[in-house]
């Protein structure tokens, strides 16, 4: 029994022991190499993170549902593509760092289940090149730092966002649902994005090698509200079922083919635009064309602008100081108007309301601005003996013109006196205040003239409210020679 016992035991903790040795060797060949590392976050703002080392060896990292750090540092070449199993893996692109990812699979980076995010360190300085495409199938992309080079960034077509917010990105095309770039710098030849492609910041170049397909494009809206934007290809810009909406930025759009192109229609109300289209139209658009505000340059070599739909009617107008718009033409017969309650001019005529055929084909080559509707507007009121400022302002674009106008001063203040009391024996008095009666200044104030000590005759005198020893003596005073004045009559008597 008791030997039995014995070899079983021994039997067992061999077993152990064998087994944990194994365990150890196996752990110290897949031991991650954790460190911390410090990156730059979203904002600016530097920080550190317990990262995990990628090495060129280890092909994938993570694990369902985690969020976690890695780092990319040193100079590598790998043929090894990175796959991470997160929810959310962050890396960390290390200042120096120039991996090179090469290898026939379709993508280089895989996040299977979760969002991909690029930070950069202090210098910004780390690389990474790949083959082929960075990919996430379930998340976003973001970009923060670092530069990437890559023929795609790719997300999920249907619900995935690539944002680009810092960093520089070279690329062949997008491939995602929705596109954000609010900074940083995006070098590619074209977006194929499924929903809306905003650009508030940074700068975009998208430049068809061969003018054979569309530059900027999007399926949804685009819509740029900062940043500088290029682009250029068969199509500069181009919205297949939404709209082109500029707010701001400077955006240069050359298409060989036509400029700017938004299918349900184009508006721009800030921003410096130039759209041109080399061989047929600049701006062209199934739906309403709306021009408010920026400085438009819209160059077709058959129309400047083409509405080439029913219905897809152009209005022009002046929401904005500085606003200029150039067409090289419009398409005859267009309805375009000028927005109610503004006129535009090009110098020599004006424009308001529905154009007519002959205005609209006279607008040709002409640089329109708002013909500006002045009036005042009082910055200080002028008072008496005071100026006061104003300017004028333009009731259609804001433009401001005269500043610093003085008012002058309505006269002399004219005054009078008010809150004026007498004194009485037991109250001080005041001599008032000298109130302007136009402007309601108090241009002096008044002083307080002391009591008189004096009772007046129908305020009979009351010991006990006069303490003052002089006035109890003059009142005993009174008092005995009214006695005195009884005793002589009680005499006469
Ligand atoms: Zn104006
Ligand atoms: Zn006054």
Sequence with gaps: MKKRWIQKSVSLILCLLLSLSAFALSAAAAEPNVKTVAYIDENGEPQTAQATV???????YGAAGETNWYVIE???ESSNTIMTFDAVSNFILADNA?????????FNIIGTAGSLNFFAQKNGSGSLTLSNRLFTDSGNVAIYGGT?????VQANMNSGTVFVYGGVIRTESFYSKDLLVAGGEVHTQTTNCKGTVTVSGGTVEALQPNNGYMALISEGDLVISGGEVTSSGAFGLRSNTG???????????EGTSMGISGRAGISISGGTVTATGTNTMGLISGGPITITGGTVNATGRTFGVYPNAEGAVVTLGADRPGSSYTFSSFLPGAVVSVKQGQTLTDGEADYSGELTDEQ?????GKTLVCKHAWSWVTDSEAGCGEAGVKHEVCASCGATQNKNTVIPATGAHITNIVNAKEA???EDGYTGDEVCTVCGQTIKTGETIPA???????EPANEESRPAKGDFFSKLFAWLIELFRMFTRWVQK
């Design 54 to 60: 990628i090495t060129p060896d280890q092909t994938t």
């Design 74 to 76: 040193g100079e590598a």
């Design 98 to 106: 120039a991996w090179t990812i090469t290898n026939t699979a379709s």
């Design 148 to 152: 990437i080079t890559t023929p795609a």
């Design 243 to 253: 709209s082109v909406t500029i707010t701001g930025g400077t955006v240069v759009a």
């Design 360 to 364: 609209v084909a006279a607008l040709a």
């Design 424 to 426: 009485t024996a037991t």
């Design 452 to 458: 008189t000590g004096e009772p007046t005759p129908d």
